[in-house]
T-cell receptor
Framework: TQLLEQSPQFLSIQEGENLTVYCNSS?????LQWYRQEPGEGPVLLVT?????EVKKLKRLTFQFGDARKDSSLHITAAQPGDTGLYLC??????????FGQGTTLQVKP | GAVVSQHPSRVICKSGTSVKIECRSL??????MFWYRQFPKQSLMLMAT?????????EQGVEKDKFLINHASLTLSTLTVTSAHPEDSSFYIC????????????FGPGTRLLVL
């Protein structure tokens, strides 16, 4: 069974701080996706990383896919209150299905 | 972009009643639709996969007679929670896969179910 372990599960920081969220697995994934979800809403896709070692940037968010395609990280620079939410990594398995990590709840205090 | 809607957005029902949740792909035909359940402060757990015109495939531990899924067309899938109980209270989210889009799923906004 493929599993995705996310850490930390909860993170409370002050506005302006930097943070990194990790998504690890013992299995190789063809790609990994990162989502952000706000309370009462569905998850919204932020990025998909496909190539081992790939780095993608989305404004203040930097996503990296591990060389072996078993792990990924999300780094946020100068976090803002608007970044508050649940961050989820997900990987495909069994023809189209997605398995999700446990999620990281981020709270950015003004 | 691909838009998925869910209806209703929230529903409150009495224990023992059945509740139907609709999932629609608004601007594309979805070859596959997925149903997830999410408890507070937890991640999404896949319940079942449905393909148009065929029976849904349920994940281990999900009761198919409890959670009835009908995928009548390429734009509509429904999830019916039968004889709902308070422990079925949760956030139900559907997603739709687009042919040719690989592993990308487009998520609906979710349905909050509260069973009293």
């Amino acid at each position: 069974t493929q599993l995705l372990e996310q850490s930390p599960q909860f993170l409370s920081i002050q506005e302006g701080e930097n943070l990194t969220v990790y998504c690890n697995s013992s299995s190789v994934f063809s790609s990994l996706q990162w989502y952000r979800q706000e309370p009462g809403e569905g998850p919204v896709l932020l990025v998909t990383v496909v190539t081992g070692g790939e780095v993608k940037k989305l404004k203040r968010l930097t996503f990296q896919f591990g060389d072996a395609r078993k792990d990924s990280s999300l780094h946020i620079t100068a976090a803002q209150p608007g970044d508050t939410g649940l961050y989820l990594c997900a990987g495909p398995y069994n023809t189209g299905k997605l398995i999700f990590g446990q999620g990281t709840t981020l709270q950015v205090k003004p | 972009g691909a838009v998925v809607s869910q209806h209703p957005s929230r529903v409150i029902c009495k224990s023992g009643t059945s509740v139907k949740i609709e999932c629609r792909s608004l601007d594309f035909q979805a070859t596959t639709m997925f149903w997830y359940r999410q408890f507070p402060k937890q991640s999404l757990m896949l319940m079942a996969t449905s393909n148009e015109g065929s029976k849904a495939t349920y994940e281990q531990g999900v009761e198919k007679d409890k959670f009835l899924i009908n995928h009548a067309s390429l734009t509509l899938s429904t999830l019916t929670v039968t004889s709902a109980h308070p422990e079925d209270s949760s956030f139900y989210i559907c997603s739709a896969g687009l042919a040719g889009a690989g592993e990308t799923q487009y998520f609906g906004p979710g349905t909050r179910l509260l069973v009293l």
